[in-house]
């Protein structure tokens, strides 16, 4: 199903790539890959020390309820050959894959293509390239739902191309869809390219605010007070 | 049902008062206290421009879904004498009530006592003095549930008197229950005292963080993009 061309509009040249782009529901096949791309987020931020989640966690934890009433998660792949048309997921009818043709003005050159390759589809080229993680939250001033982005993350050969916005593009179109009123997220401070990203596509990033944590043995103290 | 003191066991004297203190599950009556509890959460922060929530727009939302699996709201509510004994409600076996009676060394005085007065109770002199509102979170470095409490407020005749912790330690005693990982909120940075408060219930106050929105007009632009 070719799908028109929405990023640009110049005739092709050899310098430029044709590349397919699908947002979709992740499923139990893809914990693998969120695995590896959290990881790498947690690389990128600098926060290693924090990251404990495994391929077990993740298939435990995820899937346990239908999407966009809990934890829910949008996988990206790009491909080089169109994507072979989307079955209708009767169940899924709030939501439909985001699927476009985009012109990338120079290729993209994925080192670890293999790792993260798509495997059991059609289109045997497709690699995942991204993913966004979010569940409902509750702003009470407003006392409608919203989303609150815990992730969203692109691997490093497929930045700067308007992946990231197409991932959170594709949750506040979801959200506006669902009559909810926000959709929220964290950044880090030094994060200075991020910011100016979020500001661009309407965003507010606020100051003056600090996130607050008990966890661990701290948490723990608390059972059975 | 006489509960013990487990906040002093000094003997009364004529400058302390025993209270009695709940908390609970809060039910569809309690959404008209519950919105005069967020109004002055939003005085006290000196955000009641962004304050757009009614009754209605309580009734709604809140109450959907089980307790804990969505938005969840504990109402804490004093007595100057003992809560009627709690009749076990077989589909909250993950929730008892907290109760305790509590010693104060000195009286509570509260000019809005008939406004938050508890209508249709046995216990016809209890008041409800605060409230926390928690979700579930899912922290993805460690893929596992948390809570995320969006508010926590304690009515100004009733601070600094443990009520705040209480109710915090409830949702952190609740969250260790049910194997979660974690409890989040947001702190304002000028709000010394909570930091402090916090700090001293074992909490981490991370610095560096900024959250951002996107609501209103610049997130309905992204409907059918």
């Given at each position: 199903?070719?799908?028109?061309?929405?990023?640009?509009?110049?005739?092709?040249?050899?310098?430029?790539?044709?590349?397919?782009?699908?947002?979709?529901?992740?499923?139990?096949?893809?914990v693998p890959?969120i695995h590896k791309l959290i990881h790498q987020m947690a690389?990128?931020?600098?926060l290693t020390?924090l990251f404990a989640t495994t391929e077990s966690s993740l298939s435990s934890t995820l899937?346990?309820?239908?999407?966009?009433?809990?934890l829910?998660v949008?996988?990206?792949?790009?491909?080089?050959?169109?994507?072979?048309?989307?079955?209708?997921?009767?169940?899924?009818?709030?939501?439909?894959?985001?699927?476009?043709?985009?012109?990338?003005?120079?290729?993209?050159?994925?080192?670890?293509?293999?790792?993260?390759?798509?495997?059991?589809?059609?289109?045997?080229?497709?690699?995942?390239?991204?993913?966004?993680f979010?569940?409902?939250?509750?702003?009470?001033?407003?006392?409608?739902?919203?989303?609150?982005?815990e992730d969203?993350?692109?691997?490093?050969?497929?930045?700067?191309?308007?992946?990231?916005?197409?991932?959170?593009?594709?949750?506040?179109?979801?959200?506006?869809?669902?009559?909810?009123?926000?959709?929220?997220?964290?950044?880090?401070?030094?994060?200075?390219?991020?910011?100016?990203?979020?500001?661009?596509?309407?965003?507010?990033?606020?100051?003056?605010?600090?996130?607050?944590?008990?966890?661990?043995?701290?948490?723990?103290?608390?059972?059975?007070?």
């Amino acid at each position: 199903m070719e799908t028109p061309a929405t990023l640009t509009t110049r005739p092709e040249n050899p310098k430029t790539q044709t590349s397919y782009v699908r947002i979709r529901l992740a499923t139990q096949s893809d914990v693998p890959h969120i695995h590896k791309l959290i990881h790498q987020m947690a690389v990128f931020e600098g926060l290693t020390h924090l990251f404990a989640t495994t391929e077990s966690s993740l298939s435990s934890t995820l899937f346990k309820s239908p999407p966009f009433t809990a934890l829910t998660v949008f996988i990206l792949e790009v491909s080089l050959s169109p994507f072979p048309p989307t079955q209708p997921d009767p169940t899924l009818s709030q939501f439909t894959p985001v699927e476009t043709r985009v012109i990338l003005n120079s290729p993209i050159v994925d080192e670890d293509y293999e790792t993260f390759r798509v495997v059991g589809e059609e289109c045997l080229d497709a690699v995942v390239a991204g993913h966004v993680f979010f569940f409902p939250n509750y702003p009470s001033f407003l006392s409608k739902p919203g989303f609150y982005v815990e992730d969203l993350f692109v691997r490093e050969p497929y930045r700067r191309r308007g992946f990231g916005k197409m991932l959170l593009s594709a949750v506040a179109e979801q959200a506006v869809k669902m009559g909810f009123a926000r959709v929220d997220w964290m950044v880090l401070g030094w994060n200075v390219n991020a910011i100016k990203f979020y500001e661009e596509m309407g965003a507010e990033v606020l100051e003056g605010w600090r996130p607050c944590r008990l966890g661990g043995d701290a948490l723990q103290a608390y059972a059975n007070k």
